[in-house]
């Protein structure tokens, strides 16, 4: 058998227990403090408000039609997306719907609009927001709290740099807007230690991808999920350290036929 046929050591990630042992003890469990829900806002950044992602007009209110339509796209008119369509994408991937206001449920911290093992949502929504109407160029990050951005960076070429670090996928410059997930993979180590929690993070992205897909068809606008990317560059690009939080899962929005 090839060496990649046989990549036990690696493969044994997918299955989440390792030797029929389940996670170790846990930091939860050593009472460590559970690590916040969301990044916080520095002093001095700028804060957007966003419009109620209730009251975008959707194309498409079926669900069965939305489903069906779901397609990976990859060509898109140079027509800028509204702030309300914004709006609406962040809420369907990341919108809160709950936060734990009891001592019992802290650890919950948050209930979201996806799933997530543990409710433990480790990930931070960016948006590369190259022409979105209402909002000046840049890169912000999805304050689901508080239904708002931050601007986190303006960096010049915004389209160039992002199919750079697309390796070359110049569809993902070229769109309006570009999401971003990164992943804060301690808020789920937190609970699940290792090796559980690469699986629980990855089968968590999944949902967000799938939610964005069906969002984006019942607004008419076209999307692909993107997993090929250059590490190193998208997290410069997006100002992440690259070991506590990195880039993980993204996808351009856009305007299709
Ligand atoms: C985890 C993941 C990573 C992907 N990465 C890319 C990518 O980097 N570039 C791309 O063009 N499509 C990417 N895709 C889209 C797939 O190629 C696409 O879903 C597949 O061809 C099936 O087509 P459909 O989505 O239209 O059904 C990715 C999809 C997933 C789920």
Aim: hydrophobic fraction near 40%; glycine fraction near 8%; charge should be negative.
């Amino acid at each position: 058998m090839s060496e990649n046929r046989n990549a036990d050591s690696h493969l044994s990630y997918l299955k989440g227990y390792i030797d029929g042992q389940s996670y170790p003890m846990s930091d939860q469990a050593r009472g460590v403090p559970v690590p916040a829900y969301e990044k916080s806002v520095q002093e001095g950044q700028t804060i957007v408000r966003l419009p109620d992602p209730f009251l975008v007009k959707l194309t498409e209110p079926d669900v069965l039609r939305c489903l069906d339509n779901r397609v990976s796209s990859r060509v898109f008119k140079d027509s800028a997306l509204t702030l309300d369509e914004l709006s609406f994408l962040l809420w369907a991937t990341q919108g809160i719907k709950k936060a734990a206001d009891d001592e019992r449920h802290q650890h919950h911290s948050v209930k979201r609009i996806v799933p997530s093992a543990g409710s433990r949502h480790p990930f931070e929504t960016y948006v590369a927001a190259g022409n979105v109407e209402g909002l000046a160029y840049g890169i912000y990050r999805y304050l689901a709290s508080v239904n708002s951005l931050v601007l986190e960076n303006e960096p010049e070429d915004l389209a160039v740099k992002i199919t750079e670090g697309a390796i070359g996928q110049r569809f993902c410059g070229a769109a309006p807007a570009f999401f971003l997930w990164s992943v804060i993979p301690y808020r789920t180590i937190w609970r699940y230690g290792l090796p559980f929690s690469i699986k629980a993070i990855t089968l968590d992205c999944g949902h967000i991808g799938q939610n964005l897909h069906v969002a984006c068809a019942a607004l008419g606008l076209g999307t692909c999920m993107i997993g090929a990317y250059n590490q190193q560059y998208m997290d410069a690009l997006f100002c992440l350290d690259g070991k506590e939080e990195f880039a993980f899962y993204m996808a351009p929005v856009g305007r299709i036929d």
